[in-house]
């Protein structure tokens, strides 16, 4: 494995980049303050761009990691920053790498996520080598597992998990990619 970092990434439509703390308006009025995009996530709606800022602080840390892998989601063709996507060692998942995602609302539907999420484990898997991952999505949030298996994670087990707060908690599906299955994702890719 070679830790690489949150290098940009590109597809048809998106670039995916680090996040800075300039972004904090778009980010906040995009998607961070919109509860419908938080529902599910383990943070709660961001109430002030202050809060946002705070985020993004720490993001930028975070980036200079090389194993830190989180970018934001930028349409090519208008610039705007729609959305993030990453993916976080969990040791407690024996080593698996667990990838999450949210958008804005006005682009749910139009296959921007999978698009991203594909080219993220096209990267971490022939560039990075990792070779194990993980995914997990609310069981009233089906949106999520179409785009898990759209991109070839298989569902492992059914389970739960909580917000950071701890004050949601969700019934969910969990969902692992190994890299067994990578050729199944090639073909998609
Ligand atoms: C989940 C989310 C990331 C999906 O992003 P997206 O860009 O709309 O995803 P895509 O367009 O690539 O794919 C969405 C898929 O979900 C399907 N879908 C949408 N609503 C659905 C529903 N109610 N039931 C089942 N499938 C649904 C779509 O049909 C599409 O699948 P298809 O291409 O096979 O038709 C987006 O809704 C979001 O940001 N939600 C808020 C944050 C969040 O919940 N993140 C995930 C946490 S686990």
Same mark, same amino acid.
């Given at each position: 494995?070679?830790?690489?970092?949150?290098?940009?990434?590109?597809?048809?439509?998106?670039?995916?980049?680090?996040?800075?703390?300039?972004?904090?308006?778009?980010?906040?009025?995009?998607?961070?303050?919109?509860?419908?995009v938080a529902k599910f996530m383990r943070w709660n709606e961001h109430k002030s761009i202050?809060?946002?800022?705070?985020?993004?602080?720490?993001?930028?840390?975070?980036?200079?990691?090389?194993d830190y892998y989180t970018w934001g989601i930028q349409m090519k063709k208008t610039g705007k920053l729609i959305g993030s996507i990453g993916a976080?060692?969990?040791?407690? =998942?024996?080593?698996? %790498? *667990?990838?999450?995602?949210?958008?804005? /609302?006005?682009?749910?539907?139009?296959? !921007?996520?999978?698009?991203?999420?594909?080219?993220?484990?096209?990267?971490?898997?022939?560039?990075?080598?990792?070779?194990?991952?993980?995914?997990?999505?609310?069981?009233?949030?089906?949106?999520?597992?179409?785009?898990?298996?759209?991109?070839?994670?298989?569902?492992? =087990?059914?389970?739960? %998990? *909580?917000?950071?707060?701890?004050?949601? /908690?969700?019934?969910?599906?969990?969902? !692992?990619?190994?890299?067994?299955?990578?050729?199944?994702?090639?073909?998609?890719?």
């Open positions: 494995m070679e830790h690489k970092g949150s290098i940009r990434l590109e597809t048809e439509r998106l670039i995916l980049r680090k996040l800075k703390i300039e972004d904090a308006r778009e980010v906040y009025k995009n998607w961070a303050s919109d509860p419908d202050e809060d946002t800022m705070l985020w993004l602080a720490e993001e930028e840390k975070n980036a200079r990691r090389k976080f060692y969990r040791e407690d =998942e024996n080593g698996r %790498y *667990e990838v999450g995602y949210g958008i804005s /609302k006005k682009y749910w539907n139009n296959g !921007y996520t999978t698009e991203a999420l594909r080219a993220v484990m096209d990267f971490l898997i022939n560039e990075v080598g990792i070779s194990k991952f993980m995914c997990m999505h609310a069981v009233e949030n089906p949106a999520s597992g179409a785009v898990m298996r759209k991109v070839g994670f298989e569902f492992a =087990e059914d389970t739960y %998990y *909580e917000s950071f707060d701890r004050k949601k /908690k969700f019934a969910s599906k969990k969902y !692992y990619l190994d890299i067994e299955q990578a050729v199944e994702l090639e073909e998609v890719v």
